[in-house]
């Protein structure tokens, strides 16, 4: 069952122009991976260093904290713990996103969800350090979860089609550009709430979601440079592979002579017949050298 799980997921990561498909498998497979580790050291008396591991991962509000973990400026948006918190973000995340995967295509939703992300991050430590009303938090503040990214791909989708309907359960068809206002309103309302930081990011993610569709609509991409990274890496993956394959292949056909003196003496003795499937592969490849 195992094998048909992973070949399904390798399908569904292989196929072109899925990049929605592999941000929500990347965020599912960390929500999975963290949940597992965190049951294991939980029973085993480690929770504590799950707690310390995680909050790793978590973007601090302090900038010195965050000095000495850069990394969690990309790996807050694609880290959750909770079930319905995943769950909110991936739908809305899929619903908004395909939109802007079908119309702009695959680079798009990557640029969107990742400046989205980072944007949001750097909005929320910006604010908790520069308003005065938030410095009693800034010490104890860690933030997680992709809704600053979704909210970069919703406010995208409904700036490039903000006509785009939705029919929503109870209400009917629904204009996205409202549905997009009406969350970046709930999320305004609620900066100096508990979750300000994630409500600021919120905002932030939304912004860049805006500019981006109106920068692209005017000839600029801003998620250039971020697709051309992402292609340097997909370049010594692929790299990589060829050389693998290459060294595969040679040691497939390697062959020592006292092989060949074998196979040969086998000939002379018994006729070419007489060899198998294997030993007549053999023999051809050492021809060919």
């Given at each position: 069952?195992?094998?048909f799980i992973?070949?399904?997921?390798?399908?569904?990561?292989?196929?072109?122009?899925?990049?929605?498909?592999?941000?929500?498998?990347?965020?599912?497979?960390?929500?999975v991976?963290?949940?597992?580790?965190?049951?294991?050291?939980?029973?085993?008396?480690?929770?504590?260093?799950?707690n310390y591991?995680?909050?790793?991962?978590?973007?601090?509000?302090?900038?010195?904290?965050?000095?000495?973990?850069?990394?969690?400026?990309?790996?807050?948006?694609?880290?959750?713990?909770?079930?319905?918190?995943?769950?909110?973000?991936?739908?809305?995340?899929?619903?908004?996103?395909k939109?802007?995967?079908?119309?702009?295509?695959?680079?798009?939703?990557?640029?969107?969800?990742?400046?989205?992300?980072?944007?949001?991050?750097?909005?929320?430590?910006?604010?908790?350090n520069?308003?005065?009303?938030?410095?009693?938090?800034?010490?104890?503040?860690?933030?997680?979860?992709?809704?600053?990214?979704?909210?970069?791909v919703?406010?995208?989708?409904?700036?490039?089609?903000?006509?785009?309907?939705?029919?929503?359960?109870?209400l009917?068809?629904?204009?996205?550009?409202?549905?997009?206002?009406?969350?970046?309103?709930?999320?305004?309302?609620?900066?100096?709430?508990?979750?300000?930081?994630?409500?600021?990011?919120?905002?932030?993610?939304?912004?860049?979601?805006?500019?981006?569709i109106?920068?692209l609509?005017?000839?600029?991409?801003?998620?250039e440079?971020?697709?051309n990274?992402?292609?340097?890496?997909?370049?010594?993956?692929?790299?990589?592979?060829?050389?693998?394959?290459?060294?595969?292949?040679?040691?497939?056909?390697?062959?020592?002579?006292?092989?060949?003196?074998?196979?040969?003496?086998?000939?002379?003795?018994?006729?070419?017949?007489?060899?198998?499937?294997?030993?007549?592969?053999?023999?051809?490849?050492?021809?060919?050298?």
């Amino acid at each position: 069952m195992a094998n048909f799980i992973i070949e399904d997921f390798k399908d569904a990561w292989n196929k072109q122009n899925n990049a929605l498909v592999k941000i929500i498998l990347i965020n599912v497979i960390i929500f999975v991976g963290a949940s597992f580790i965190e049951i294991f050291l939980t029973l085993s008396g480690s929770g504590e260093f799950f707690n310390y591991f995680i909050n790793k991962l978590m973007l601090p509000a302090s900038f010195t904290s965050f000095i000495i973990q850069p990394w969690s400026l990309i790996s807050y948006f694609f880290l959750h713990l909770s079930f319905t918190h995943i769950l909110w973000n991936m739908l809305f995340l899929y619903w908004f996103g395909k939109i802007i995967q079908d119309n702009i295509g695959s680079n798009a939703v990557i640029s969107l969800y990742v400046l989205g992300g980072i944007v949001g991050g750097l909005s929320y430590m910006a604010l908790f350090n520069i308003i005065p009303y938030y410095e009693s938090r800034i010490s104890d503040s860690l933030m997680l979860g992709a809704s600053a990214g979704v909210f970069s791909v919703v406010a995208g989708s409904a700036t490039l089609l903000p006509n785009y309907t939705f029919y929503l359960l109870f209400l009917g068809p629904v204009r996205i550009k409202y549905i997009a206002l009406f969350y970046i309103l709930l999320s305004f309302l609620d900066v100096t709430g508990s979750n300000a930081g994630g409500e600021i990011a919120h905002l932030g993610g939304a912004m860049i979601g805006y500019l981006f569709i109106r920068q692209l609509q005017n000839g600029i991409n801003m998620g250039e440079g971020i697709i051309n990274i992402i292609n340097i890496f997909k370049k010594k993956s692929n790299t990589e592979k060829r050389k693998e394959t290459i060294i595969n292949k040679e040691q497939k056909f390697d062959i020592s002579q006292d092989e060949i003196d074998k196979i040969l003496d086998k000939i002379s003795e018994s006729g070419y017949s007489s060899l198998s499937k294997k030993e007549k592969e053999k023999l051809f490849n050492a021809s060919k050298k």
